[in-house]
């Protein structure tokens, strides 16, 4: 039997040469005319580790990395078959601590199958959850995922079960299911990595959905930054078209539901629902006042269900293993597990998938490992560019919704960007404003010009202009278009503006302006 050597094909893989690792390997194996087959699976997540290739031994995977092209001869030299030692050998994969740690439900299957096998799928516990579903009652299914506690990871943390209900109880014939993948905050590519590294449990989350809901056709909307996942994805649609998990009758059940991708132009206002699904329907993406919601009158004015990928991607696990078996992770309202995405100056930066409830603190110091360049961490922003900066002396909030909502922050779609203390916090404030500015669809006033006029009395506050007086401006325009905005765009732009100025008072001292806007 031939030897498995797993390379990644994952985006973040390949922006540090793992396609050149399977190419030099692939030469060196025809060379040395070993029996090797190389899979191309998706990122285990432990992206600092990349490319991290893993060989299929008897004592399970073992794992070597970050390795490059010149590391591939002598790998194979010292027993990279045998899974043998070498300075880049990490030891077993399961044995990582960083992996070891986590608690994978909704990433089970990422890094350790070839994504587009449906086989591998199926041997790894794929299916069962929609072999579940289309047993069951529409009613049924929406009431186990409403058990689950599951609430909605695009940002918004809304109950999916009541979302799904709201749907499920329109009269309508024709009804949608809208996949979320946007994916525009900062430091975030949770969503990426399922749609490269498991894309089937993205499609059987949707024809779960779709089943529940009755609604018979879907699309996954997605950012023209994301090539590699658009490929993916829409592979794995014909896959499961061809194997009957998509089309006029899901697994026999009689159920119809299809699905495709759709690419967006690029825009972060586009990740919010509406304007999602305006651009869906080929305008440009302004906000929709709501009511109506989209649960009434969503894509097409007909009823919609949107959710995030990891939302819907965590829907299998769910009808297979039960929302008793889902609840029972977490803390408080949060139920269930999140997967974090450690980001920006952090020495061990990839995604770590955990029951609710573990500390800011933990996360960036034990997980993360502290600043990439060594000095001491300063601030952390959680929950993407609308999210609030957290000091050191918050990092006991445990990740949890309410938690965070009663510190003044968000989780967002839980991903954290750590800074070290060379950043300058007034110049983060500047870049709140200056992002809600430039993405700003322009609907309402107090976003499309309150995010204008804050740059430039942050910019008055740098120059040394009246500052006291500047920061009670500042304070004013954040509270209008905290209660002004239509949507959270400029109605959380308040939340990294005065977290900043709150807790890194020292950083908003005069300075020169050109320094301010650097
Ligand atoms: C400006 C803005 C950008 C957003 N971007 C995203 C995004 O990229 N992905 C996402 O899932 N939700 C995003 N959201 C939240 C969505 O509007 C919506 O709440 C979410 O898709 C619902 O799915 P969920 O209930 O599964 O979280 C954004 C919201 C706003 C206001
Ligand atoms: S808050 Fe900004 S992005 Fe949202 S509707 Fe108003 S102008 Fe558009």
Known sequence: MSVKIYIPGDSGALAVGADKVAIRMAEAIAARDLDVEIVRNGSRGLYWLEPMIEVETARGRVAYGPVRPSDVDGLLSSGLLEGS??????????????????????????GITDPLSLDDYRSHGGLAGLINAVAMTPAAIVQEVTDSGLRGRGGAGFPTGIKWKTVLETGATQKYIVC????????TFA????????????IEGMAIAGIAVGASKGYVYTRSEYPHAIRMMTRAIEIARKNNILGPSVLGSGHSFDMEVREGAGAYVCGEETALLESLEGRRGVVRAKPPLPAHKGFLGRPTVVNNVIS???????????????????????RGTIPVQIAG??????????????TLGDLVDDIGGGTASGRPVKAVQVGGPLGAYFPREMFDTPFDYEAFTAKGGLIGHAGIVVF??????????????????????????PCRIGSTRGVEVIDRIAAGIEPEKQKDLVADLCNTMKFGSLCALGGFTPYPVMSALTHFPDDFKPRQLAEAAE
């Open 180 to 187: 979320n993948a946007d994916e525009g905050d900062s430091g």
């Open 420 to 445: 070290d203390d060379t950043a300058d916090m007034l110049k983060q404030a500047r870049f709140a404003f200056e992002f809600c500015a430039i993405e700003s669809c322009g609907k309402c006033t």
């Open 312 to 334: 819907l991607a965590s829907v299998p696990i769910i009808m297979d293993k039960g929302a008793d078996h889902y609840r029972d992770f977490g803390m408080g309202r949060s």
């Open 85 to 110: 030692d070498h300075p880049l050998c990490l030891g077993t994969t399961a044995d990582i601590p960083y992996l070891k740690r986590q608690t994978r439900l909704t990433f089970a299957r990422c």
């Open 191 to 202: 969503d990426r990595m399922i749609m490269e590294g498991d894309p089937f449990v993205l």
């Open 345 to 358: 100056n952090v020495k061990h930066g990839g995604l770590f998938e955990a029951a609710f409830g573990m």
